[in-house]
């Protein structure tokens, strides 16, 4: 059956060219069924009808039923307004518009019966109902979905101002229910609405937007939940189904001298168990004949980069190139450093590519790589360009993965001719596991969760702003000992807007409060020249400069033992992630390190909630699990260009964890069943996939 739900929506009536324009514009509605997706965010109980001699001055919504007296205009100017006398056997009550005088007095015709819904307003000792709803009674007996909750729907301003507000989109979803019910194709099988008991979708549809009682509207939104939920872990896990089934990998059969003589005689520390569990599980993808695309998921300082190096060395060892992609310079440059000094004495070849390579070096590189003479390279997105090809690339590692977008990460799998190379993808921001089972439900998924030995927590204290000096106290202390601190602020420069502390003025306060000669303080920042930028953390690695005052261009990868501690101003400037991930620069070496969080007195209940988690765990999940709840989902860092098939209209990843369960298992279940969806009874599922992929670019494979 064709879906009536692609029709454009300026051919609903009440709807025409320019609410069409205006509903594009302002919630991205184009079709019949983008209104029709278009949820309430809440519902008013229109079950009882009071009379007027009931109303109290402290009454919340009301509904009455009665008849409107004759309109009378009042005042002059912007003090004109429309009122008008409504009438029950109880007693009266006066109405009043503000605005929208003209449509009301031709809208409404005095001395009919209305319903009237409105929230009654207490001013001069005098009650009366301002803007309220009225609808004709012979109109209310006549609606072809009656309904004892009111929806409440999403708009903007601009949508209101041209009264195209929530009651006005309540009557298009009416308009829309009466052309479009019992036409929509079903998208679940039958099989599966008779097993879960779920409403089908032309009657769930319609007891959201018009529900009969309670009870039917909770099936209905289960229903609409479930089902988003289900495409997207279907959608996932049949890719990764596919990529097991059909995708071809390299096999990476030996472990040769490389890994081996680095192992037993270049590594920098004993491996963690967690970190020994993870180089098995890529080792066994490595042999399995399918192509690896697996995440890695380690808390700062945990080790994953060792990892990554080790996996290399794997790929080194068959004959094949590896390649890391980092998001900033200063990380990739960083790796190179660390890759570089660990390789020290082994035959493997490394450099860096980033956008400050000279030209006549990538010239060399280019060549070296397209000849197979360059084993590693590490570098940014300049990784990515059409000039960059590789003899045989055989392992990818992305580091910090969502600084980067799919496309960006996909040009990467266009490096190879025929069979594609294995993906490692890294992360230290720990994903929630709503999050992780939503964005990277279709991925293999690793995690490191144990630090290094010799590794300490850090030691985290909060410090309001008139507690400096003990603070600075504190930092001659530390420096005196021998150790390094990072000073970070959340604006380069004063924000009229924001009352913030900012680079500038830090510098110059911090460098009041420790001079010259006695202390060297350094600054780093994003718009800062390469060349700068380098210079600055050259010093600070090698101990010269005491302090470094900077933004957060530091949050990612930038590992300097000696730096025991952190001080962040502003701290309630910063989300609960970025604070983790700074918190993470310090605590690299084997001292005690500290991160200290300056704020002002003032704090939102939100921020005092990120201050306090901040000092009480350094468990990156649990902080994780709390942004989640704080922020919500969001675009779910991502999403947009993930290639989910589903946006979420209704289905919330905080509130709603046992559905998403629910529905990953239901489709694990479908799927162990009927791996490729062959079967008859799946065939619609198999059809609206199908229909979804095409809507989305499939970056599915490139994770």
């Known amino acids: 059956m064709e879906s009536p739900l692609h029709t454009d929506i300026q051919f609903l009536p009440g709807v025409g060219p320019k609410r069409a324009a205006l509903l594009r514009q302002e919630l991205g509605i184009t079709t019949f069924g983008d209104l029709l997706y278009h949820f309430p965010f809440k519902y008013i109980d229109r079950t009882r009808i009071y009379t007027i001699q009931e109303i109290r001055s402290d009454s919340t919504y009301i509904q009455l039923k009665g008849n409107l007296g004759m309109f009378r205009e009042v005042g002059k100017g912007h003090k004109k307004r429309l009122t008008a006398i409504f009438t029950d056997e109880t007693g009266s009550i006066e109405l009043v518009w503000f605005r929208g005088i003209r449509y009301i007095q031709k809208s409404l015709k005095p001395g009919t019966g209305y319903l009237l819904f409105g929230k009654p307003v207490f001013f001069n000792r005098q009650i009366s109902i301002p803007h309220p709803e009225l609808e004709s009674l012979e109109k209310v007996e006549k609606q072809a979905f009656p309904s004892i909750f009111q929806a409440v729907y999403p708009t903007t301003e601009r ?94 059969q030996v472990v040769g001298d490389l890994f081996n003589t680095f192992y037993k005689e270049k590594l920098p520390f004993k491996l963690t168990r967690a970190q020994k569990k993870v180089i098995r599980e890529i080792r066994k993808d490595f042999g399995s004949g399918t192509q690896m695309n697996r995440l890695l998921q380690g808390d700062v300082g945990s080790g994953k980069t060792l990892v990554a190096l080790l996996c290399m060395l794997i790929a080194l060892d068959n004959g094949y190139q590896a390649c890391l992609m980092a998001p900033t310079e200063i990380l990739a440059q960083q790796h190179h450093q660390t890759f570089s000094r660990m390789l020290d004495g082994l035959p493997v070849h490394v450099k860096l590519l980033t956008g400050s390579t000279r030209a006549t070096d990538r010239s060399t590189l280019h060549e070296e790589l397209l000849e197979g003479r360059l084993d590693i390279l590490i570098g940014t997105h300049a990784l990515i360009e059409d000039s960059v090809n590789f003899r045989n690339l055989g392992f990818v590692v992305i580091d910090e993965q969502h600084r980067f977008g799919v496309a960006q990460r996909a040009r990467l799998w266009d490096k190879t001719v025929n069979i594609p190379p294995h993906i490692l993808v890294m992360t230290a921001t720990p994903i929630p596991r709503t999050l992780a089972m939503t964005l990277y439900g279709d991925l293999d998924v690793s995690v490191i969760d144990e630090l290094p030995p010799g590794r300490k927590p850090v030691k985290t204290a909060h410090y309001y702003d008139s507690k400096r000096l003990p603070v600075f106290e504190f930092i001659r202390k530390q420096i005196r000992e021998g150790r390094q601190v990072y000073i970070v602020y959340p604006l380069i420069k004063e924000s009229e807007k924001m009352d913030y502390k900012n680079l500038y003025d830090g510098y110059e306060s911090i460098t009041r409060a420790f001079p010259p000669p006695e202390y060297a303080v350094s600054v780093l920042h994003g718009q800062m020249k390469g060349e700068e930028k380098n210079k600055a953390m050259d010093y600070f690695i090698r101990g010269i400069t005491h302090i470094m005052v900077s933004t957060t261009v530091i949050e990612v990868g930038v590992d300097v033992p000696n730096a025991s501690v952190m001080i962040i101003e502003s701290a309630e400037r910063f989300g609960l992630s970025q604070l983790h991930q700074l918190r993470g620069r310090v605590g690299r070496g084997a001292e005690q390190s500290y991160c200290i969080l300056m704020t002002g007195v003032k704090l939102t209940r939100e921020a005092r909630t990120r201050i306090d988690t901040m000092v009480h765990t350094n468990d990156g999940f649990e902080i994780a699990e709390v942004d989640l709840k704080l922020r919500g989902p969001g675009d779910m860092e991502g999403t947009q260009q993930s290639g989910l098939p589903v946006t979420l209209h209704i289905a919330n990843l905080v509130k709603d964890v046992k559905i998403l369960e629910h529905a990953r298992h239901v489709a694990e279940d479908i799927l162990e069943k009927d791996p490729l969806l062959q079967k008859p009874e799946n065939k619609i599922l198999q059809t609206t996939l199908s229909e979804m992929k095409n809507q989305t670019h499939d970056w599915g494979k490139i994770s």
Do not use: C
Not at 162 to 170: E, F, R
Not at 209 to 238: C, D, G, T, V
């Open 159 to 252: 949508m209101k101002s041209s009264y195209l507000h929530s009651k006005a989109i309540q009557k298009l979803q009416q308009h829309l229910l009466q052309k479009v019910y019992r036409r929509i194709p079903e998208t679940l099988p039958a099989y599966l609405i008779d097993q879960l008991r779920l409403p089908g979708i032309n009657e769930a549809l319609l007891q959201i937007h018009f529900p009969e009682n309670q009870e039917h509207l909770r099936s209905a939104r289960y229903r609409m939940k479930f089902e988003e939920l289900f495409w997207i872990q279907l959608s996932l896990l049949r890719q990764k189904v596919w990529r097991i089934k059909r995708s071809h990998g390299l096999n990476f």
